[in-house]
């Protein structure tokens, strides 16, 4: 089985490797409560990398200048009532260390679709927040592969 995947280029993803000036970051946000920011928060510091309050504390500073969630109506019955909808979230950031842009402003969007009944309100509200968090993690599994790749 290990030749099989070996030779079907399977790599295991090993821990984020960073640059250097990244080991001691801030994080620079309007929203410290958003999906988004939490779950980052937590993946960086569980891939070993000390996260300061302070920007004069820090070595690289990651801005997130984007952080926005939503929902677009996708279709309608022919009542005009909702029955599909698209919900977004979307990030841009960037990483600096001192006057060097590591990582330019970059913007990732992600998007699912879930069907809407009128006699369901409870559960799709709730399967539509599971889906919020969902897009959340994607987002940041997304940007620690393009940080890891600096």
């Given at each position: 089985?290990?030749?099989?995947?070996?030779?079907?280029g399977?790599?295991?993803?090993?821990?984020?490797?960073?640059?250097?000036?990244?080991?001691?970051?801030?994080?620079?946000?309007?929203?410290?409560?958003?999906v988004?920011?939490?779950r980052?928060?937590?993946?960086?510091?569980?891939?070993?990398?000390?996260?300061?309050?302070?920007?004069?504390?820090?070595?690289?500073?990651?801005?997130?200048?984007?952080?926005?969630?939503?929902?677009?109506?996708?279709?309608?019955?022919?009542?005009?009532?909702p029955?599909?909808?698209e919900?977004?979230?979307?990030?841009?950031?960037?990483?600096?260390?001192?006057?060097?842009?590591?990582?330019?402003?970059?913007?990732?969007?992600?998007?699912?679709?879930?069907?809407?009944?009128?006699t369901?309100?409870?559960g799709?509200?709730?399967?539509?927040?599971?889906?919020?968090?969902?897009?959340?993690?994607?987002?940041?599994?997304?940007?620690?592969?393009?940080?890891?790749?600096?």
């Amino acid at each position: 089985m290990t030749l099989g995947l070996a030779g079907c280029g399977f790599q295991l993803q090993g821990a984020l490797t960073v640059p250097a000036q990244m080991e001691r970051t801030h994080i620079a946000t309007d929203d410290e409560y958003s999906v988004f920011y939490r779950r980052l928060r937590e993946q960086l510091v569980a891939n070993g990398i000390e996260l300061v309050d302070m920007p004069e504390e820090s070595a690289a500073t990651l801005a997130i200048h984007i952080d926005d969630t939503g929902q677009r109506v996708l279709s309608v019955s022919a009542r005009n009532v909702p029955t599909e909808y698209e919900v977004y979230y979307s990030v841009e950031y960037s990483v600096s260390a001192g006057a060097e842009n590591l990582q330019p402003r970059r913007f990732i969007t992600q998007t699912r679709d879930y069907t809407y009944d009128e006699t369901l309100v409870l559960g799709k509200a709730r399967e539509e927040q599971v889906m919020r968090e969902s897009l959340a993690d994607d987002l940041v599994r997304i940007m620690l592969k393009q940080l890891g790749s600096l």
